[in-house]
């Protein structure tokens, strides 16, 4: 593969998960309501954290394989205990980001599979 397309597209696979950690912990309060189990604000600075962690490895490129990983399998637990119980719930608000989570899921999963760590 052309060295500066897989990078490019490396960093801007990564740098919005940066960006949305960031959002965790400067909105912790406003997203607590989100979070299905306790203690809410913790769940959500764990999960700004693991953003960040995940951003900065697969734009370094160190141990992105495992990063990217753990990323779609979180993802995964978004759709699956936040996204989906809403849509079930008749919240349709909720498709757009199940589907979002779903699809970057997918290519968190992809990228770890074509990572060479």
């Avoid at 607590?32 to 189990?37: E, L, S, W």
């Avoid at 700004?48 to 779609?72: E, H, T």
Wanted: glycine share 10%.
């Amino acid at each position: 593969m052309n060295f500066v397309t897989t990078t490019l597209g490396r960093i801007l696979f990564a740098v919005p998960f940066g960006i949305f950690g960031l959002f965790h912990f400067m909105n912790a309060g406003a997203m607590k309501g989100m979070v299905p189990f306790p203690p809410q604000v913790v769940w959500i600075y764990v999960t700004g954290a693991a953003l960040i962690a995940a951003a900065i490895s697969i734009v370094i490129n160190k141990k992105a394989r495992l990063a990217s990983l753990l990323l779609g399998a979180m993802l995964l637990i978004f759709v699956l205990s936040i996204h989906l119980p809403g849509v079930l719930g008749g919240d349709q608000s909720a498709m757009p980001n199940l589907l979002k989570d779903l699809s970057l899921s997918g290519a968190a999963f992809t990228f770890a599979g074509i990572s060479k760590d």
